[in-house]
C-alpha cells in the first residue's frame, strides 16, 4: 500500500516538473522568438508589429528619438518640434517615413542616405524649411513618393532630384518657387504625378521639363506664368491631365499643345488671353483636338473681350490683324516683331520730325491680301536716306517668312499700334493714289534714261 503511494507519489512530482519546464520554455520562446508589440519601442511612442510601425507623433519631439528598431517599415513622426535632420538622425531601415508639420528648417547633406529601402517620405508643412542641400535626397534610389508641400521653398538646387530613379509622386505645391531650372527633374524617368500649383513661377523654359517622358498629370496652376517656351513641353508625350489655369498667360504657342498630344483634361481657364492674330496658333489646335477643356474667355482685343477663344471663327482671323475699334480713330493696329518694338521703343523718332520707314513684310504683318503695300511716291529715296538712316540694331532684325510668323511664338505682338509709332505719311491712303500716276510716270523715265546714261558711260 505504501509502495503504490509512493510510486503515484514520485509520478506526480515528474508531472509538476514537466509543466513548469514547460512553462518555462514557452517564456523564453515568447521573449526569444516573438517578441511582445510593446519590447524597445522609444518612450512616449507606440509600437505595433506586422508590419512593425512606431508611431510618435503629437510628442513635441525636438529630434528623432532614439531607440526606433532597426527592422522599423513605417515611422510616424508628424505634428512634433523637429527642427533638423543630421545624417547620424536615422539609425533604423524604414520604407514610409513622415516628418511632415515639424519646424525642420535644416537637412544635412546625406541625412537620408542610410534608408536604401525608403519607398515615400513626407516633409510637407515645414514652413521654416525654405532651403535645401543640393545632396539632401542622396542614396534615395528607391523613393516613390516625395512630399515637400507647404514648405516655402524659394529655389531648389539644380541636383537636388539626382538619381531618384525610382520617383513617381512629386509634391511641390504651394511654395514660393519663383522658377525652374533646366533639367531640374531629367533623372525623374519614372515620374507620373508632378505638382508645382499655388506657386510664383513666371516662365517655362524650352528645357524644364526635359526627361519626364511618363509624366502623366502636371499641375502649374494659380502661379503667375506669362510665358512658355514653345519646346517646353516636347518630352510629355504621355501627358493626360494639365491644369494652366489662374495664370498670366496671354498667349500659348501651338506647339506646346502639339508635342502633348494625349491630353485629355486642359484647364486654362482664369488667364487675359489675346485672341488677336498671336492666338492663332491655339485655335487651330482647339479645332482639330477632342480634349476636355475649359473656357478661354478672351480680354482683349475689345471686339473679342468676353468671347471664349475656342469658338472664334475663321474669319476672325481673315484680315490679320484687325483695326481696333476701341483705338483712336483712323489708326491701324500693326504687328511689329519683339525686336523691331524694342527698336522703337529705344530710338522713336521725335514728334517734330516724323521719322519716314519702309514697310516690309519681314516686320510688319499689315496687309496679308495683297502684294502691293502703301506707299507714297512724292517721297524720293534720298529723302528716306536724310530722314531715317538704318542703324546696326534694326539691320540686325531677323528675317521673317509667312510660315515664320506663326511658327515662332512670342515675336509677334498685336498690341503694337500705329499712331504710338509716329505713323508715317500715307500710311493710311489706297494702294496707288490715282492723282500720282502721271507724276510715277515722269519719275520712272527720268530713271530709265538716267540708267541709259551710264550704260553708255560705262561699256562706251
Known amino acids: 500500500m505504501e509502495t503504490r503511494w509512493t510510486a503515484r507519489s514520485r509520478r506526480s ?10 512553462s518555462l520554455w514557452l517564456v523564453v520562446w515568447l ?51 523637429i527642427t533638423e535632420l543630421r545624417v547620424d538622425s536615422f539609425g533604423f531601415e524604414t520604407q514610409v517615413l513622415w516628418l511632415y508639420s515639424n519646424n525642420i528648417s535644416w537637412i544635412e547633406a546625406g541625412a537620408f542616405s542610410e534608408l536604401r529601402e ?57 511654395n514660393q518657387l519663383h522658377f525652374l531650372q533646366d533639367d531640374l527633374f531629367s533623372d525623374l524617368v519614372n515620374l507620373t504625378h508632378l505638382f508645382l500649383h499655388g506657386n510664383r513661377i513666371r516662365t517655362l523654359s524650352e528645357n524644364v521639363f526635359r526627361g519626364l517622358v511618363n509624366l502623366d498629370r502636371l499641375l502649374l496652376h494659380d ?5 512658355i517656351n514653345r519646346r517646353a513641353f516636347r518630352d510629355l508625350g504621355r501627358l493626360t491631365i494639365l491644369y494652366l489655369f489662374n495664370n498670366s498667360l496671354a498667349e500659348l504657342p501651338g506647339q506646346v499643345l502639339r508635342d502633348t498630344a494625349n491630353v485629355q483634361f486642359l484647364r486654362l481657364n482664369g488667364n487675359p488671353w489675346s485672341c488677336g492674330c498671336e492666338a492663332r496658333p491655339l485655335w487651330e489646335w482647339f479645332r482639330k483636338s477632342r480634349v476636355s477643356s475649359s473656357e478661354l474667355v478672351c480680354a482683349s482685343p ?22 481696333d475699334p476701341g483705338s483712336l480713330a483712323g489708326t491701324t493696329t500693326t504687328t511689329f516683331s519683339t525686336k523691331t518694338r524694342w527698336w522703337f521703343s529705344k530710338s522713336k523718332p521725335v514728334s517734330t ?13 499689315a496687309f496679308p491680301f495683297t502684294s502691293v503695300k502703301p506707299f507714297n511716291p512724292s517721297i524720293s529715296s534720298n529723302t528716306f536716306s536724310t530722314k531715317y538712316e538704318i542703324g546696326e540694331e534694326e539691320a540686325a532684325l531677323p528675317k521673317l517668312d509667312p510660315e515664320e510668323y506663326w511658327a515662332n511664338y512670342g515675336n509677334e505682338d498685336a498690341s503694337v499700334r500705329c499712331f504710338e509709332l509716329e505713323c508715317p505719311p500715307g500710311f493710311d ?32
Open 13 to 22: 512530482s515528474k508531472i509538476r516538473r514537466f509543466k513548469s519546464g514547460l
Open 353 to 365: 520730325s516724323k521719322g519716314i520707314f519702309a514697310k516690309s513684310s519681314e516686320v510688319v504683318k
Open 31 to 81: 521573449v526569444l522568438v516573438k517578441p511582445s508589440p510593446v519590447q524597445g519601442c522609444p518612450r512616449l511612442c507606440v509600437c505595433y508589429p506586422s508590419p512593425m510601425t512606431v508611431s510618435c507623433q503629437s510628442q513635441n519631439f525636438t529630434s528623432v528619438p532614439a531607440g526606433v528598431p532597426f527592422n522599423s517599415q513605417r515611422v510616424f513622426l508628424q505634428n512634433n518640434q
Open 302 to 323: 475689345s471686339p473679342k473681350r468676353g468671347s471664349d477663344l475656342r469658338f472664334l471663327r475663321e474669319m476672325d482671323f481673315a484680315l490679320c490683324p484687325l483695326p
Open 118 to 174: 525608403l519607398e515615400e517620405l513626407d516633409l510637407g508643412d515645414n514652413p521654416h524649411l525654405r532651403r535645401l542641400e543640393g545632396g539632401a535626397f542622396r542614396g534615395l534610389e528607391k523613393l516613390q513618393s516625395l512630399h515637400m508641400h507647404r514648405c516655402r521653398l524659394a529655389v531648389l538646387p539644380h541636383d537636388i532630384f539626382h538619381k531618384l530613379y525610382s520617383l513617381q509622386f512629386l509634391y511641390l505645391q504651394e
Open 429 to 460: 491712303s489706297p494702294a496707288i493714289p490715282p492723282s500720282s500716276s502721271s507724276s510715277s510716270c515722269l519719275i520712272s523715265l527720268v530713271s530709265l534714261s538716267i540708267m541709259a546714261l551710264s550704260i553708255h558711260l560705262l561699256f562706251g
Open 223 to 227: 502661379n503667375r506664368v506669362r510665358q
